[in-house]
C-alpha cells in the first residue's frame, strides 16, 4: 500500500486484527473484532482511543468509554479463556480525532519481529 505514515499524538492502544480482518466488513463487525479480547497491562486506562490496524493501515478510530473483563459485554458467554483478558466500549472516534488518523500507516510503530498484537502509543 503506498499510504502515508502518521504520527500519533494520542494516547492510545494501537490492535492489530490481521487474522479478523476482512474486507467488506460491517461496522459492527469491525467494531467487535477490534474491542475484544485482549491481554493488556493497567496502561490501558491511560488509552483514550483503540486504533483497529490490518497490515499496518488505521482502518478505524474508536474512542474508549470504558474496560471490562472480556467476554463481560455484548452476547459473549464468559470463558475461562477470558481470564486475564479485556474489552472495551466504545464509539467512533470524533471526527477532528479520526480524520487524523483514518486510513494513515502505523506500520513504524510495530518493530519488525513484534509479535504482540497490541501496542501502547502516548499511554
Do not use: Q
Not at 477490534?34 to 482511543?49: E, F, I
Not at 467512533?92 to 513504524?108: D, I, L, M, N, T
Amino acid at each position: 500500500y503506498a499510504v502515508n505514515p502518521i504520527h500519533v499524538v494520542d494516547p492510545v492502544v494501537l490492535i492489530r486484527i490481521n487474522r479478523l480482518y476482512r474486507h467488506g466488513m460491517s461496522e459492527a463487525e469491525l467494531y467487535d473484532a477490534t474491542r475484544s479480547c485482549w491481554k493488556l497491562s493497567p496502561r490501558r486506562d491511560r488509552a483514550k482511543y483503540a486504533f483497529a490496524v490490518f497490515e499496518g493501515i488505521v482502518r478505524e478510530v474508536y474512542r474508549i468509554e470504558a474496560w471490562h473483563p472480556a467476554g463481560t459485554t455484548g452476547d459473549k458467554n464468559p470463558n475461562p479463556r477470558y481470564d486475564g483478558r479485556w474489552e472495551f466500549t466504545g464509539r467512533v472516534a470524533e471526527e477532528a480525532v479520526r480524520s487524523k488518523y483514518f486510513g494513515g500507516s502505523v506500520a513504524a510503530y510495530f518493530p519488525r519481529g513484534l509479535r504482540a498484537p497490541v501496542k501502547y502509543v502516548n499511554a
